[in-house]
């Protein structure tokens, strides 16, 4: 309540004045820099309060500024806007090679191998290491594109999609916050670090 908490600082302010405790006097006390607002958020800085439209950047931000120093997984906070039901459901971009793909590579295999055979036969050194150099790309190329068991690796994890999301709506947010509160922006842009772990540790 950002209204209360200046009404609270002002009260504070006054009897410290009264009292003679300059030193807490020169100390900055800041209200809360993010409230929600209905269906939209008072974004505050100093003196000055803005309102933000809903998005998920600033619930993002308002659960890091809520928890200063203490690092949250992009999949958590992803929780907080999709409820605890998406948190595993972003899904992937699919596997690395496509059944197509994968076949054509097994057929280039499988006739290098027969080139190499041919080659060794005939004394020809030359093939030999031609057809050995790229039957060694071609198995280390399927070899990442298909993990244990045959079983095909996929591209973009659900927490890697997470981290992507999440760093965009955060920078978005703080870039809306620039807009209107350009000192706070900074500052926020500065204390907020995002990746697959996020936090903010104010200066």
């Not at 929600?36 to 993002?60: E, F, I, M, N």
């Not at 890091?64 to 929780?79: K, Q, T, Y």
């Not at 050995?132 to 993990?147: F, I, P």
């Amino acid at each position: 309540d950002p209204a209360r908490a200046s009404r609270l600082l002002a009260e504070a302010t006054a009897t410290a004045t009264e009292l003679g405790m300059h030193r807490l006097l020169t100390q900055r006390v800041q209200v809360p820099v993010l409230a929600r607002d209905g269906d939209g958020w008072l974004v505050t800085d100093a003196d000055r309060t803005v309102r933000l439209r809903d998005s998920k950047g600033l619930r993002y931000l308002a659960d890091l500024l809520a928890h200063p120093g203490v690092e949250r997984h992009v999949l958590d906070l992803v929780a907080l806007t999709d409820g605890p039901g998406q948190r595993h459901g972003l899904g992937d971009a699919g596997p690395v090679l496509d059944p197509q793909a994968k076949a054509a590579y097994r057929a280039r295999l499988a006739a290098l191998r027969a080139e190499l055979d041919d080659a060794d036969a005939a004394g020809d050194v030359d093939g030999s290491a031609r057809a050995q150099a790229e039957l060694a790309a071609l198995t280390a190329e399927l070899s990442r594109a298909v993990g244990l068991g045959g079983r095909d690796r996929v591209v973009g994890s659900a927490a890697e999609k997470a981290r992507l999301n999440v760093t965009r709506a955060v920078r978005t947010a703080l870039a809306r916050i620039a807009e209107d509160l350009p000192t706070l922006g900074a500052r926020l842009d500065r204390d907020v670090r995002t990746g697959l772990h996020c936090v903010f540790v104010p200066d």
